[in-house]
């Protein structure tokens, strides 16, 4: 597994920290994205220092830091600039927006990593008891402001960092189930899951920088969803740790009786409680895979294409049907080919496809 600071993105932007993206082989991209949106792409626009963002000092009682130490180690428990900056937003364009602009409103005033259910349920009861807020974390992926500390109105605010709990507990290769810590992000899941032969099959566009436990919360949906279901699909049980207890719900494929407090759970977006553990339902790693693509000539016969895959029966692990513009970027996004032959033929098709079959451009 890699380390807290590896498995975090960039305080500014998407991405790891020291990614960035190379597009020095995908000659047409720049092109086109200023052509689209008739921007300036030449013009740079870097995000202030670091050290430049002003927090809020630590607004922290003695006697509730004092009582989170002695639950927890020192590298549990962090008040490091750093850290409550990359904790204060999530990734929606408003946020990257306020954060690369050093307009930090409201900050986390500790961050704290548990690495087990019992260190969650002590830290829930004690910001109970001491009417401290707490904000769940996952990956930091969030786009709906729900790491937004603005309404916590002089409160202190811890943010639980979820992602040490990060384990796959059980395989069942039986009953085709895996017991998942909620704090395991996407790739770090699969490759543990990949030992037992089994996927989970839920991919969405954040699979790299979201946690099981942020799917479940956000009643998320993934690239594989055609085929394998949502996320609450999948989900069999939960473990949601709750100021008044400890929810457990039945680790059972279907039930005839009652509510389903699964799915009150599910899409709670981390205010009812804490997700801890998740039972899901997994599959075997297909034996082989088989990409397709398909040009159609305008966007009603793409979906009437796709209305007949429905009908009879007909369903992909992943079917996208993307629009022109969407199409234009995947053509500006390929990489340039080295054979003269084959930029021929990409011309020839291009050709073909607009000027003789009158394609949508």
Not at 31 to 49: A, M
Not at 251 to 260: D, E, L, M, Q
Request: glycine share 8%; aromatic share 6%; proline share 6%.
């Amino acid at each position: 597994m890699q380390k807290d600071e590896q498995r975090q993105m960039k305080w500014w932007g998407w991405g790891a920290e020291g990614t960035r993206l190379d597009v020095s082989d995908k000659p047409g991209l720049w092109p086109y994205i200023q052509k689209t949106l008739g921007i300036d792409i030449f013009q740079p626009t870097p995000p202030v220092r670091l050290e430049d963002i002003k927090l809020s000092p630590v607004h922290v009682e003695p006697t509730f830091m004092s009582a989170l130490k002695d639950l927890l180690r020192d590298d549990q428990v962090s008040t490091d600039h750093k850290q409550r900056v990359i904790h204060s937003y999530g990734k929606s364009f408003r946020d990257l927006w306020r954060m690369r602009n050093a307009l930090v409103e409201a900050s986390p005033d500790v961050v704290v990593y548990p690495e087990d259910e019992a260190q969650v349920v002590a830290i829930v009861t004690l910001c109970d008891q001491m009417n401290v807020v707490l904000i769940p974390f996952g990956g930091g992926s969030n786009i709906v402001g729900g790491l937004d500390a603005a309404q916590a109105k002089g409160r202190t605010v811890v943010s639980l960092d979820m992602k040490r709990m990060n384990k796959v507990l059980q395989v069942d290769s039986d009953s085709m189930t895996a017991t998942i810590e909620a704090g395991v992000l996407g790739p770090d899941m699969e490759e543990q899951l990949k030992k037992s032969g089994v996927t989970l099959g839920h991919f969405p566009d954040s699979f790299v920088h979201s946690t099981l436990g942020g799917w479940i919360a956000t009643r998320s949906a993934g690239m594989q969803s055609d085929k394998y279901g949502k996320i609450e699909d999948m989900v069999l049980s939960i473990r949601l740790v709750t100021p008044k207890g400890t929810i457990v719900t039945r680790t059972v494929p279907k039930s005839a009786s009652g509510i389903n407090i699964n799915h009150l759970c599910i899409g709670s977006e981390g205010v009812l409680g804490v997700i801890t553990q998740a039972t899901m339902q997994v599959h075997k790693i297909p034996a082989c895979r088989h990409p397709h693509g398909y040009i159609f000539p305008n966007w009603q016969s793409g979906v009437a294409a796709m209305r007949e895959c429905v009908d009879q029966g007909l369903i992909p692990v992943v079917s996208r049907l993307n629009d022109p513009m969407k199409t234009g970027l995947s053509f500006a996004y390929k990489a340039e080919s080295s054979s003269t032959v084959a930029k021929l033929v990409s011309k020839l098709i291009k050709w073909y496809m607009f000027s003789v079959r009158k394609f949508d451009p």
